[in-house]
């Protein structure tokens, strides 16, 4: 294989790397000023680990953690399974219902998250007085569930479209059954579609103020809405202790990921380069 | 079973959670607050047409920078080996990791006036300057939010181009500039038209960034909705109003934009 592409030059490189400089910066700030001595957000005091020791203690930077994590595991992973049948679904129509539908399931996404977070919080606040029930993790979950699955839908589609249909109708001219072509051929070819419908849902869970925010009542707190309430106040450098250990997790399992996915293709060329 | 009935769930689910809190909106937003049917919520409206004004002027920058900033990103990355590619990907997926409003919270310690670029201004001898609590720092922290928005639909786009189209074109005597110019921008603006809508409509409406980096100085039409609905002038109905006008105008936006991007895609034939 040739590829005729010019990589790019010194230009090109030095204006990624500004980029990822402008991305960064603000992030490596926080994290030096998780070990400052003070509470102080630009005065660098001294080195400590005291933040990350009374993290630990804080039971509600704690809590709301744990519901920011609980929340966006099982809503990504609903969102996600629920967006790829009503893609596959959506695909298979004709345009002329195809296309209405899938206008209305761009609402969440050309909505502001404030029209949607405000108009959710309007339906469960009457629903809840009818079906008695107030504002809260159910609540919740649902708003989350509800605003993932049409980025799942808008990552899914484009690779649906690209998917060759000729894909699907050789498979079931050779006798595969519609689910057999499903699972063999339109799953792997939308592969990447969906798993970067998962890694979106999950992040906008993750990082979800707004509507959470509209949604949540006064009894349950995500992390996001702790830290809204704080910047009301004063921000504890907690905060910065506890996005650091995020970030270093996340990191970690990246590389990990990645130097398996390159190893494996190292792998595989090996074993072509011998046969 | 035929694979269209796969997303019949799926539209019961959009009738309750989508279209009925829609409707729940224009019900207010048209009734007082003992339900009888009125336009004064509208007519209240009339005099916030500076934050409407304001909000669309400020998301508009912050988009128009989104892609003069970010399309040469997603260009340039995809033309680098593949694994260099997935981890510059990786990189730039990272930093949405970290939590929107400490990422926000992060430039306040910027942008300060006492903050670290003024101080490292002052370090090299330059004059300080002030842009925190002016509208400049709330485009810094929308473009900033939003750009990775921008990069990632664009760039997915362009590496599914299929790389025999540029060498076809290379063959028939295109430079590199009219590849791009020709093969490679109008089969990428279906990714730029998702990079708009994901960067413009949270800008529009944000509320976290102009409170934090704007002041309260900065009001835009994300304040004044949170304002009617959690914050102290309590009145849902005028607040429904607000939200459905600003709903509305940001649809026809994106109508607007997305009829031109039809338009071009029909041109090249993509």
């Not at chain 1, 499903?182 to 103020?209: C, Q, R």
Request: hydrophobic fraction near 55%.
């Amino acid at each position: 294989m040739s590829t005729s592409i010019k990589r790019p030059g010194f230009f090109g490189r030095s204006y990624t790397a500004l980029i990822l400089f402008f991305l960064y910066a603000p992030i490596f700030i926080l994290i030096i000023f998780s070990f400052n001595s003070t509470r102080s957000r630009t005065v660098w005091s001294g080195f400590t680990f005291d933040w990350y020791r009374s993290l630990f203690f804080d039971s509600s930077i704690m809590n709301a953690f744990y519901t920011t994590l609980i929340i966006a595991f099982i809503s990504a992973i609903v969102a996600t399974i629920a967006g790829t049948f009503a893609s596959i679904g959506f695909y298979n129509m004709k345009s002329r219902w195809r296309t209405p539908l899938m206008h209305i399931n761009n609402i969440p996404m050309m909505n502001a998250d404030i029209a949607t977070g405000v108009s959710l919080s309007l339906l469960f606040l009457s629903l809840g007085t009818v079906l008695r029930f107030n504002l809260g993790f159910g609540t919740l979950l649902l708003a989350h569930i509800i605003f993932n699955i049409p980025y799942v839908v808008l990552s899914i589609m484009p690779k649906l479209r690209q998917l060759d249909s000729n894909l699907v109708d050789a498979a079931c001219d050779l006798g595969c059954t519609w689910i057999k072509a499903f699972w063999k051929v339109i799953v792997p070819e939308i592969m990447p579609g969906i798993i970067n419908g998962l890694i979106i849902a999950f992040t906008l869970s993750i990082d979800d103020f707004v509507i959470s925010y509209f949604t949540a009542g006064g009894n349950v707190m995500t992390l996001p809405m702790q830290i809204f309430a704080m910047t009301r106040r004063r921000i504890s450098p907690e905060i910065n202790a506890l996005s650091t250990i995020l970030f270093l997790t996340v990191l970690a399992l990246l590389i990990v990921i990645n130097v398996r996915e390159v190893r494996q293709e190292d792998k595989q060329k090996k074993l072509k380069n011998r046969h | 079973m035929k694979p269209k009935y796969l997303s019949i769930p799926y539209i019961v689910w959009m009738g309750i959670f989508v279209v009925a809190p829609i409707i729940f909106v224009v019900f207010y937003a048209f009734t007082t607050s003992e339900g009888v049917p009125t336009l004064q919520n509208f007519a209240a409206m009339g005099r916030f047409t500076s934050v409407f004004v304001r909000s669309f002027w400020l998301a508009l920058i912050s988009t128009v920078l989104c892609i003069l900033i970010g399309y040469p990103v997603a260009y340039i990355l995809s033309r680098e080996g593949l694994r260099l590619q997935r981890l510059m990907i990786m990189l730039i997926v990272l930093p949405m990791w970290m939590n929107f409003l400490l990422r926000t919270y992060a430039w306040m310690s910027i942008l300060e006036n006492t903050g670290l670029l003024n101080r490292f201004l002052s370090f090299i001898g330059l004059p300080t300057v002030n842009i925190i609590n002016t509208p400049t720092a709330v485009v810094i922290g929308m473009v900033y939010n939003f750009l990775p928005f921008m990069i990632l639909p664009i760039y997915s786009v362009i590496v599914k181009i299929d790389r025999s189209l540029f060498e076809a074109a290379q063959d028939l005597g295109a430079n590199t500039v009219s590849v791009f110019r020709n093969v490679v921008f109008p089969m990428s603006l279906p990714g730029v038209l998702s990079g708009i809508m994901m960067v413009f409509v949270p800008a529009v409406s944000t509320f976290v960034i102009t409170q934090l980096l704007g002041g309260g100085m900065v009001m835009m039409l994300g304040d004044l909705i949170e304002m009617q609905f959690l914050g102290t002038a309590y009145n849902p109905q005028l607040g429904s109003a607000i939200a459905l006008v600003m709903m509305l105008i940001v649809i026809a936006f994106m109508y607007v934009v997305n009829r031109f991007g039809q338009g071009e895609e029909k041109a090249v034939g993509a």
